[in-house]
């Protein structure tokens, strides 16, 4: 294995196509690059957003890998292109770059104390198909995710007063990283509210948060309700397979509500709300929360359009009722930030290349 700056098939345009080098980006490469780079990142997811937006991408439906034995588990296949036919670079370093995450969850882990999601990603180049890096992909998978909440948080309070009054329901690594975007970008709070299922969970997060410097007393909630009540800004970031929270009322002070984990609120409480998604299409499948929610109306006019949509004017948002963002998350999110971390570390000169990878390269030997 050499450590090298390798150049992929897109930089031989001029003259023939060439088979990239294949690297290894391992988590902590990863992590390195994206550390304390959080408002970057939401450009890049931002930007992402306005191209797929525009037509420039292509993000399939995610294939789902179930197991009759261990139904509560999944691994995900999330292919994606990103950049159009030609594979035009958009604004703040999005690259044209095709590719697959493979991420599996895995709820029993956490008994073991290890995380319920591992993931590698694996980027092709644009050119010939040749894939030119597999990385650790859990660190990016979060990082786009908390990037894209962090995102609609900002979008979707214009208009009306700021949140102060963070609430998390769900106190996994999700939960985690989301809080580390939300204070990269700027957001600050005077109280922050944790609920979850395990009270084990809940104390570590609070823990969590007191080291970290957090501004603003933490507050250990017994019941989702209580943090609903008390919270303006709420992120549920759970494992639930079906809605659990199915009162309308508890919303009644119209919150931000960032509903990342897509399963947690019954119809009737999207219902009574003003509903932003990532992809509608990509959304509405999978037995999410709006996927119920059309089932049961026959339809989709409960859906107000995309946080692109909000972000570039298109629609606009009330501020006198609740709001909920329900992303699916979107594969082209993680060939975008996957992009960005393997230019970083190209860049630095650390790049890990596996020599002879690619052993057959004559088509008649």
Not at 12 to 18: S, V
Request: hydrophobic share 40%; proline share 6%.
């Amino acid at each position: 294995m050499t450590t090298v700056r390798p150049a992929t098939a897109e930089t031989a345009r001029a003259g023939a196509p060439t088979v990239p080098p294949f690297a290894v980006i391992p988590g902590s490469q990863v992590k390195d690059v994206l550390q304390g780079r959080e408002k970057t990142v939401v450009e890049v997811v931002e930007e992402t957003y306005r191209l797929h937006g525009a037509g420039r991408s292509v993000n399939p439906p995610s294939c789902f890998l179930r197991f009759t034995d261990r139904p509560r588990s999944r691994i995900i296949a999330l292919p994606a292109s990103l950049g159009g036919e030609n594979g035009e670079n958009g604004e703040n370093g999005v690259d044209g770059v095709d590719g697959v995450k493979w991420i599996s969850s895995f709820p029993t882990n956490v008994a073991s104390d290890i995380p319920r999601a591992s993931a590698v990603l694996v980027l092709n180049d644009h050119v010939t198909g040749y894939p030119f890096v597999c990385m650790e992909s859990s660190i990016v998978s979060a990082a786009r995710t908390a990037a894209s909440a962090a995102s609609a948080a900002d979008r979707l309070s214009r208009g009306r007063t700021r949140p102060a009054r963070l609430g998390f329901v769900g106190a996994g690594l999700i939960a985690r990283y989301i809080h580390t975007y939300l204070e990269g970008t700027g957001w600050s709070f005077d109280a922050i509210g944790v609920h979850d299922v395990s009270a084990e969970s809940a104390a570590g997060f609070r823990m969590y948060l007191e080291q970290s410097g957090a501004v603003g007393r933490v507050t250990v909630h017994h019941s989702a309700e209580e943090l609903v009540r008390n919270s303006d800004l709420i992120v549920f970031a759970t494992v639930a397979d079906r809605p659990h929270i199915d009162d309308p009322s508890w919303f009644r002070h119209n919150p931000v509500v960032l509903h990342v984990s897509l399963r947690d609120l019954a119809p009737e409480v999207l219902l009574s709300a003003t509903n932003v998604v990532d992809d509608i299409d990509h959304c509405l499948r999978a037995d999410t929360s709006p996927h119920l929610t059309e089932r049961l109306t026959g339809g989709r006019d409960f859906l107000l359009g995309t946080l692109d949509d909000v972000t570039a004017g298109r629609v606009t948002v009330p501020a006198d009722r609740p709001v909920v963002f329900s992303p699916f998350g979107l594969g082209v999110l993680d060939l975008a930030v996957g992009k960005f971390v393997y230019d970083e570390v190209a860049r630095s000169g650390e790049l890990r290349v596996i020599d002879d990878f690619f052993h057959e390269l004559r088509r008649h030997g």
